[in-house]
């Protein structure tokens, strides 16, 4: 795992550029760095050594037959097989044992072809210096970040690319002006939903996607595309069982390639646990982590320990020390741009301390979305249902029932997910966009709130990305899916988990997101897949090969924190000192937020997610020098 950043053109003082660049990739990449700038193109590489730890491989690597040079974050797991393929049909020779030249070696054999036959997380920049070309390619689900931006250089275009929005802000000529509708959708959906960034002309490089610079153009092409996985099929496969084991065991078994120990995060949940039971079945010596909360109903740490008991693992439990909290800047920051899942918190402490001990972990990302694992499955079939028939008469017109629900400020929490149901009767949407409704965080009326007002004035005639009714033609459930994949998964759930890990020198692998066991789930029929009241229904048939009932059957928990008491606590002082900021009042109504915080100590009143959106958003428009 590393850090990428460049630049096209020669501009003055190169390497001072780079070197700027570099200094914000460090803890993406702490064990060497390097850099290449000529005439044409400037490059830099920072590394975390885990695959061929001989200094040969450092980058920015250059391969003396072709003359192509190449910067590379992730890791391309089925890199032997393609390797092996190479010798036998080039006779190419190889001087490490790295997946970086195996991927220079295939762009010379395959031309840009070469990344649809890769299977794993990675950003890639290659300079083919015979054609004058920069080739900027990202993994088919976006696991790995790629930003880019472009700039004029006496008069022609020119190009910058960065594995963060943080190395990317010292790239040349870099605009700082804030794009109003990224600042929008990050306020309703916690995330930036969309390609953009939270930065005028800076953009997300898409999954599956190619981006070619030459002659001073940009040229995009696909060699993903998710959409079409999900179109209806006039005939579909019969699972598997044997099968669908194999591929499960295929993809873990090459997640776990690697010259440095592998550790996994343990929550005690389907996903982790099974990973961490065909770990141990492929003879790994793994070991596993854990965070755990002093809150009870957030704490999940009994549920991990059982099942390292049960599977002989070595399990180590990190408790979050509230005087940790106090740094909450650094996490936030360390995104690049705001992002309030709640989730981040654990998630970077996990990371954190395990990132002192293992420079590689699994993770169970993915596979709530290819195994139909979220509630909101539940919730929006169930609201289907309803909507249907008369019930939704009485929901639609008695919406004062939630009010007289009462409010539990705990992580599992039944009442607050029946409130949440009533009120999407109260909107009215298109039965398409309830399954984005479970999760907003704010909508038109409260932004208008919140806002100072002559920002909701800009901002409310902005039009924001959403879950997409065009798509494709396809059935209701795979829709929401497909949307998951897109929306959810690929800029909430991988930004967090990319973010948090490598702000701590780990590298996070994702199991789930194997190519082939997406491939295989894609040609099931959807109602082998999904079914209304049971989760995960086709990942606990394989479960029970491994794992016992107690953890198979168990209510899905989530990673959450507990914000809403944080807020009324441990974060509640730093966000009142933040109101006093002259860059912060100039996003918010401060009467209105203070209300809000006030309110939130109130035990039937819940505002911690909207506070934590807040929270994270002024600590980032505070620390950063932008034009709003």
């Not at 460049?6 to 914000?24: A, C, E, P």
């Not at 990050?186 to 969309?194: A, D, F, K």
């Not at 770990?279 to 059982?306: P, V």
């Not at 990132?355 to 539940?378: H, I, S």
Request: net charge positive; with cysteine; charged share 25%.
């Amino acid at each position: 795992m590393c850090g990428i950043c460049g630049f096209t053109s020669r501009v003055s003082d190169q390497k001072g550029y780079l070197d700027k660049m570099i200094d914000q990739l460090r803890s993406r990449g702490p064990d060497a760095k390097g850099i290449y700038f000529d005439n044409n193109i400037n490059l830099g590489h920072t590394r975390l050594s885990i695959i061929d730890l001989n200094e040969r491989s450092n980058q920015p690597f250059y391969d003396k037959q072709s003359g192509n040079i190449l910067v590379f974050n992730g890791e391309i797991y089925n890199y032997k097989e393609i390797k092996k393929d190479l010798i036998e049909k080039t006779n190419c020779t190889f001087v490490t044992t790295s997946d970086t030249e195996v991927i220079l070696k295939s762009y010379a054999h395959y031309g840009i072809d070469c990344f649809s036959k890769f299977d794993g997380m990675f950003a890639i920049g290659i300079w083919d210096s015979s054609l004058s070309k920069l080739i900027l390619a990202r993994d088919r689900f976006g696991e790995k970040p790629l930003y880019y931006n472009c700039f004029k250089e006496n008069g022609k275009k020119q190009i910058s690319f960065a594995s963060n929005l943080n190395s990317l802000k010292h790239s040349p000529k870099f605009n700082n002006s804030i794009n109003k509708k990224s600042l929008k959708s990050y306020l309703i959906n916690n995330y930036v939903n969309s390609y953009e960034t939270f930065y005028a002309d800076v953009y997300n490089i898409k999954p599956g996607s190619i981006l070619i610079f030459e002659n001073n153009q940009i040229t995009e092409r696909k060699y993903f595309n998710i959409n079409n996985y999900f179109k209806t099929k006039e005939k579909y496969k019969k699972f598997d069982l044997e099968e669908f084991d194999q591929i499960i065991n295929d993809s873990i078994k090459s997640r776990l390639i690697s010259d440095v120990d592998i550790g996994i995060f343990l929550s005690g949940g389907l996903d982790s646990s099974l990973i961490a039971s065909v770990a141990k079945k492929l003879g790994t010596n793994i070991k596993s982590y854990t965070l755990s909360f002093e809150e009870e109903s957030f704490d999940e740490s009994d549920k991990a320990s059982y099942v390292s008991n049960y599977l002989e693992i070595k399990n180590e439990k990190f408790v979050v020390n509230k005087n940790e909290l106090n740094n909450l800047d650094e996490i936030v920051l360390s995104f690049g741009e705001p992002l309030s899942d709640t989730s981040i918190i654990p998630t970077y402490f996990l990371s954190k301390h395990v990132g002192k001990k293992v420079k590689v972990c699994l993770g169970g990302d993915g596979g709530d979305e290819m195994f139909f694992g979220y509630d909101t499955y539940t919730a929006s079939k169930t609201y289907d249902i309803i909507n249907n028939s008369n019930l939704n008469f009485i929901l639609e017109n008695f919406q004062f029932l939630k009010n007289l629900l009462p409010i539990r400020k705990t992580k599992v929490n039944l009442l607050y997910a029946l409130r949440r149901f009533i009120e999407a009767f109260e909107t009215k949407d298109n039965k398409f966009f309830v399954h984005e409704f479970w999760r907003k965080i704010n909508d038109e009326l409260s932004l208008s709130k919140i806002l100072n007002n002559e920002l909701n004035n800009e901002i409310s005639k902005l039009n924001i990305e959403t879950y997409d009714i065009n798509i494709l033609d396809t059935d209701i459930d795979s829709h929401r899916n497909l949307c998951d994949f897109k929306f959810f998964l690929e800029r909430d759930i991988l930004v967090k988990s990319d973010r948090c890990s490598m702000a701590n020198s780990l590298e996070l692998r994702s199991p789930f997101l194997s190519y082939n066991l997406f491939k295989y789930m894609s040609d099931l029929d959807p109602k082998q897949k999904f079914k209304t009241f049971e989760k995960k229904f086709l990942l606990k048939k394989i479960a029970k090969k491994y794992l016992p009932k107690k953890i198979i059957n168990q209510k899905k928990r989530g990673f959450n924190a507990p914000v809403s008491n944080w807020m009324n606590n441990e974060f509640n002082q730093h966000l009142k000192d933040l109101f006093n900021s002259q860059k912060v009042k100039q996003i918010f109504n401060i009467r209105e937020v203070e209300k809000i915080l006030v309110e939130n100590k109130n035990n039937n009143i819940d505002h911690g997610n909207k506070l934590f959106n807040i929270f994270c958003l002024a600590i980032w428009i505070n620390n950063n020098k932008l034009d709003i």
